[in-house]
């Protein structure tokens, strides 16, 4: 694909597109695949390590680990499938695996994969354990469909663990929840977290988390997707939101600009034209977070900002009206 020089922009951009975006394309799998997008992520000792997902001519997704010493080049992907869809044995999985958010739990020594399994009554979220990207241990279904956009926090709440999804409800939007569970299988306490807004916002539509949450010393980092319905199809770009740090349910911050969009032509235009899908990113020891992101459901790409510039914006962002718990109801 041709390379391309970002065009000047008079807004601060917090995110810095990687020069040799986009940085894996179906050309470079080692079997044949039609698309790779919509990558977990994490740093695994000197490697990075990709969770992509990649899609077959049938349309059904799997996963496929790549693996990189400088995140950028390089990549070592697996010879065949290493998370493919198991129907016999799960049958939620009948139409594949899709969008893997990856969370080190510490007390677990392990990491969590909350993942979309597509059923024939619509998607879903299941969690998957894994301790080496080689073997993988499935929890099983852990919402009914139509729920996505899944990922675990990295430890508990009290006794409890915590993880955001997006269940969507008919004709009344598609909003961010929070529910909570003593072992990952068995979860509740739901209430929402963050509602799509309406009319003219960019994220009117539909919201969902995009990584899974980032502990930051001001809050819990929260990048999540807003969808825009248009005449054109649907736009998908990026806002921030920041979490109580010990009551997660409670939002200290949110953007009302979106804060990365797609641009590029590899954003702008592949099988879902206008989309910049981030599910993993990794924050550095300097203070950088590489954003891996999903472009036109076709490639992978990859965008940087500093921590501390994402904290100071966040910090003239507005809080919102309905910000903490007490506020909110489930009927809402
Ligand atoms: C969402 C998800 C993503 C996809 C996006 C744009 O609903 O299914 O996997 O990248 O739509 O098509």
Redesign the pocket.
């Known amino acids: 694909m041709k390379r391309e020089a970002k065009a000047p922009s008079l807004h601060v951009e917090l995110f810095r597109r990687e020069a040799e975006n986009p940085i894996l394309t179906a050309q470079d799998w080692p079997y044949p695949v039609h698309s790779v ?2 990558a977990g992520a994490c740093q695994v000792g000197d490697e990075t390590v990709l969770l992509v997902r990649a899609e077959d001519r049938r349309g059904h997704s799997h996963l496929s680990v790549a693996r990189s010493n400088d995140g950028i080049s390089n990549w070592q992907i697996d010879s065949r499938p290493s998370f493919a869809a198991d129907p016999e044995n799960f049958p939620e999985e009948a139409w594949g695996v ?2 893997p958010r990856l969370t080190w739990v510490e007390e677990r020594g392990e990491w969590i994969i909350a993942y979309t399994a597509y059923s024939t009554s619509g998607p879903l979220v299941s969690l998957a354990a894994t301790k080496d990207f080689v073997h993988f241990n499935r929890l099983g279904p852990v919402m009914p469909p139509d729920d ?1 956009d899944a990922a675990v926090f990295p430890r508990r709440f009290g006794n409890r663990y915590a993880m955001i999804h997006r269940p969507v409800s008919a004709g009344l939007g598609a909003h961010m929840w929070l529910s909570f569970s003593p072992d990952l299988r068995h979860w509740g306490d739901h209430h929402i977290l963050l509602h799509a807004r309406r009319g003219a916002w960019w994220d009117a539509n539909k919201i969902g988390l995009s990584p899974p949450p980032l502990e930051t010393a001001e809050g819990w980092l929260i990048l999540y997707h807003g969808v825009r319905v248009t005449a054109g199809g649907c736009l ?1 770009r990026l806002g921030f939101a920041l979490l109580d740090l010990e009551d997660p349910s409670r939002v200290l911050r949110r953007s009302d600009e979106w804060i990365f969009a797609p641009e590029m032509t590899y954003e702008r235009q592949g099988d ?1 034209n206008g ?1 910049v ?1 981030p599910c993993g990113w990794i924050l550095d020891r300097d203070g950088t977070i590489r954003m891996y992101y ?1 472009g036109a ?1 076709n490639c992978m790409a990859l965008a940087t900002a500093k921590v501390s510039e994402v904290l100071d914006y966040l910090r003239k962002c507005p809080a919102p009206p309905d910000r903490g718990r007490k506020s909110m109801t489930l009927s809402e």
């Open positions: 997008f919509n899709e969008d996505k998908y879902v989309v899908f999903g459901d």
